[in-house]
Nanobody, 116 residues
Framework: QVQLVESGGGLVQPGGSLRLSCAAS????????MAWYRQAPGNQRELVAR?????????ADSVKGRFTISRDNAKNTVTVYLQMNSLKPEDTAVYYC????????WGQGTQVTVSS
């Protein structure tokens, strides 16, 4: 059974940090490109950061220099991380993990709220 399970969201003050995790299992996710998306109320889902199966990364302009995506390719589970620093209120959204290859899979989302 394919599963993407996100964790690590929560409430943080502006300027703070959070680290999101996504545990992907059920298929050979080491071959998949992995990404984090986010969706704020009233907005479309947008790409935040992406890491290829080979480890190349790309970021939305709005998070460059503040967020870092990484991955750990274990035998049966791939874990993808999103380290978020210097958080701003506009980073508030539900964050979704995505795995993409010939198929595409999504996690259930984790809420990140940046507020004082």
């Amino acid at each position: 059974q394919v599963q993407l399970v996100e964790s690590g969201g929560g409430l943080v003050q502006p300027g703070g940090s959070l680290r999101l995790s996504c545990a992907a299992s059920g298929t050979i996710f080491s071959r998949y490109h992995m990404a984090w998306y986010r969706q704020a109320p009233g907005n479309q889902r947008e790409l935040v950061a992406r890491i290829t199966s080979g480890g190349n990364t790309a970021y939305a302009d709005s998070v460059k220099g503040r967020f870092t995506i990484s991955r750990d390719n274990a035998k049966n589970t791939v874990t993808v991380y999103l380290q978020m620093n210097s958080l701003k209120p506009e980073d508030t959204a539900v964050y979704y993990c995505n795995a993409d290859s010939m198929d595409s899979y999504w996690g259930q989302g984790t809420q990140v709220t940046v507020s004082s």
